[in-house]
């Protein structure tokens, strides 16, 4: 059962982790250290190196995809903040060289081809494939680079910085002069290339053993899809309402496309597996033309937005658009296993014909104590139910009156989470009460 200490708690301790794990390397190399200072500002950019070195070998860990990493944030958060970790990785390592350039000039000579050609090219390939890392990141639409070949360049450049400056420390050794203290830079560098390889190569080899294959494509409204699949030659997925996975699509799951998307269906039905993509760029542009027979391979389940055992007596789920899909999947589940708690559900959509499974919903509460409130940006004249975007008024209208004891599911658009986190926290509802996922996993 959720609680809020244990959440504090256990927030705590893996943030403490991440923390200590970044500067270890600090400490590490004072052990035995016997040089003379070299001055306070050629220490500091040198400490500047090993942390950003630190953070971009975590950068792997936090990008494992493994459930029990990163808990209890979800993996959406987890891939959240190694986006936001990663700049200011990239902060730490360029500051190592200006601070050391400005320090004293005779760093420079790192960079010179007729001192050292085989250092300088490494040393200036590590600084622009940095900014290369940053760059595709955050102007990756604006410049037109497919999504696949960004996820390929991402951890090939990740790598390389990783390898170069595991060597150049190895090189320069003033503070790894032990053998020991290089036996464990080069094994943490192994660890973090070695996730990598678990990641791109194992995992893949583990997924051909368990295929899947299109069984059904339908249009639920305009530029929305549902796809099933049905698991060929094995059981099925295990996997709880709410939860995500990765998607390959093709012969082989050695390949360069692979998606995140939320199951859709119940995870009580095992022979067949729903998901619900909107039409938003790349890939799922040609959902639609997905042929039935053509052979998929799943990567998880992934996801902390499930519903767990609580005290909660009334379930609110807070959604808009294509952020319906984890919330049907429990809908589903409570129809499937009888659970007649309480649930209320607040859809924001563009309008009635571009609501995907409007009638799904309308069957579902029959059966639930379930009560769905549609909140449409354009409704027709006839319509006499909320309009617009959802706001702080729409949400404290349609809920109970006792709001502590119910637990939230928030997914949606960006804006529209933000409103609704916003408002949850400004009424005072605990955090570890609030389950939010937002659909921009890289």
């Not at 090939?156 to 320069?172: C, D, K, N, R, S």
């Not at 059904?216 to 305009?222: A, N």
């Not at 409704?379 to 139910?385: K, R, T, V």
Request: hydrophobic share 45%.
């Amino acid at each position: 059962m959720r609680t809020r200490s244990a959440f504090i708690i256990n927030s705590a301790k893996w943030l403490l982790l991440f923390t200590v794990l970044v500067v270890a390397p600090l400490f590490l190399a004072m052990v035995g250290h016997r040089e003379e200072s070299r001055g306070f500002w050629v220490e500091f950019g040198v400490g500047l190196g090993f942390i950003g070195l630190a953070m971009m070998g975590l950068q792997f860990v936090l990008t494992a995809r493994y459930s029990k990493i990163g808990a209890p944030f979800g993996m959406d958060e987890l891939l959240n903040f190694h986006g936001q970790a990663g700049y200011v990785a990239w902060l730490f390592i360029m500051g190592h060289f200006i601070v050391l350039f400005l320090a004293d000039s005779e760093f420079l000579k790192f960079l010179d081809p007729a001192v050292n050609l085989p250092r300088a090219l490494a040393l200036s390939g590590v600084i622009v494939a940095t900014c290369c890392l940053i760059a595709f990141t955050y102007w990756r639409e604006k410049i037109g680079l497919v999504y696949e070949w960004w996820r390929a360049s991402h951890g090939l450049l990740a790598l390389f910085i990783v390898f170069i400056g595991t060597v150049h420390i190895m090189q320069v050794s003033f503070y790894v002069s032990e053998i020991w203290q290089q036996a464990l830079w080069v094994i943490m560098s192994l660890v973090a290339i070695g996730m990598l390889v678990h990641n791109r190569v194992l995992r893949p080899l583990q997924m051909r053993k368990k295929p899947y294959k299109v069984v059904s494509v339908k249009e639920e409204v305009k530029e929305t899809w549902s796809i099933e699949l049905e698991p060929d030659g094995h059981a099925g997925l295990e996997f709880k309402a709410g939860q995500f996975v990765w998607i390959t699509l093709g012969e082989t799951p050695f390949k360069l496309q692979q998606h995140p998307f939320t199951i859709s269906s119940s995870p009580e039905v095992k022979d067949k597996i729903r998901f619900t993509i909107k039409e938003l760029g790349d890939f799922t542009t040609q959902v639609g033309a997905i042929e039935i027979g053509s052979r998929a391979f799943i990567e998880g389940p992934y996801g902390n937005f499930t519903m767990d055992e609580t005290s909660a007596t009334h379930n609110v789920f807070i959604v808009g658009g294509i952020g319906i899909t984890p919330t049907m999947s429990i809908l589903q589940t409570l129809r499937e296993r009888g659970d007649q708690r309480e649930s209320t559900v607040i859809y924001g959509t563009p309008s009635k014909q571009l609501t995907p499974f409007y009638e799904e919903l309308k069957a579902l509460s029959a059966e639930l104590r379930l009560n769905v409130v549609h909140v449409f940006e354009e409704a027709d004249d006839d319509w006499d139910g909320e309009t617009g975007f959802i706001t702080p008024e729409i949400i404290r209208r349609n809920l109970p009156d006792d709001i502590s004891n119910c637990e939230y599911f928030v997914c949606g658009p960006p804006p529209m989470m933000d409103v609704a986190e916003g408002t949850l926290r400004e009424w005072g509802v605990p955090v570890h009460m609030v389950h939010s996922e937002r659909f921009n996993i890289v």
